[in-house]
């Protein structure tokens, strides 16, 4: 079945530098792709998402790479700031598996002071 | 705007007790879900469905049912209770077009303890 994992369940990164977050996917058929930030307490957050037919979206501070070939999608953030701490998933999803829609366990981004 | 709207915020059951966790959404999604995340295991698929009266099971359906007799409603119900399904319950709904999903949003969640 569908698996979804990060490379590293923690990140700490100091305040003002870039983070990279990295997603791998193993399901060929996956061809959406979200990244979700999730602070304590509270669900999940869409942050941005990316579709199979583009390798590289861009939103505010935050740019996702995609890499089919490798099945492999990187969440960047730039200028790191410290609200910007928070556990960070990746999704993915595939049109032709039923849209169920499957996560990564998260990697937890810290922003030193 | 509500989005998705998770009821009850919190919950405690006794061992074989039953409950319906309710999730409503107002943004007329076609598809809704009900994960489970737990310490370490990020969110597990339990039960989605992709329109009113379907339903389907996710990764870990064991111990759980579902309906979706309203659009804007999926409940996910524990017949008998037990203390593995001590989590914390989220609902998501995505809209549907052109096969892809889109707009898929988060309710705030249900903290379950099974005691």
């Known amino acids: 079945g569908e698996s979804v994992g990060l490379h590293l369940p923690t990140l700490s990164v100091q305040e003002g530098d870039n983070s990279i977050i990295n997603c791998a996917y193993s399901n060929s058929a996956s061809d959406y792709f979200i990244w979700y930030k999730q602070e304590s307490g509270k669900g999940p957050q869409f942050i941005i998402d990316?579709?199979?037919?583009?390798d590289k979206r861009q939103g505010q501070r935050v740019t996702v790479l995609l890499n089919k070939t490798v099945k492999h999608l990187s969440l960047q953030i730039a200028a790191t700031q410290p609200g910007d701490s928070a556990v960070y998933f990746c999704?993915?999803?595939?049109?032709?598996?039923?849209?169920?829609?499957?996560f990564g366990a998260g990697t937890r981004l810290t922003v030193k002071p | 705007n509500a989005g998705v709207t998770q009821t009850p915020k919190f919950r405690v059951l006794k061992t074989g007790q039953s409950m319906t966790l309710l999730c409503a959404q107002d943004?007329?999604?076609?598809?809704m879900y009900w994960y489970r995340q737990d310490p370490g295991m990020g969110l597990r698929l339990i039960h989605y469905s992709v329109g009113e009266g379907t339903t389907a099971k996710g990764e870990v359906p064991d111990g759980y049912n579902v309906s979706r007799l309203k659009k804007q409603n999926f409940l996910l119900g524990l017949e008998s209770a037990a203390p593995s399904q001590t989590s914390v319950y989220f609902c998501?709904?995505?809209?549907?077009?052109?096969?892809?999903?889109?707009?898929?949003?988060f309710g705030s969640g249900t903290r379950l303890t099974v005691v």
């Open positions: 999704a993915a999803d595939s049109r032709y598996n039923n849209n169920d829609m499957r």
């Open positions: 998501a709904s995505a809209g549907f077009r052109d096969r892809y999903l889109y707009g898929y949003t």
């Open positions: 943004m007329n999604h076609e598809y």
């Open positions: 990316i579709r199979s037919n583009m």
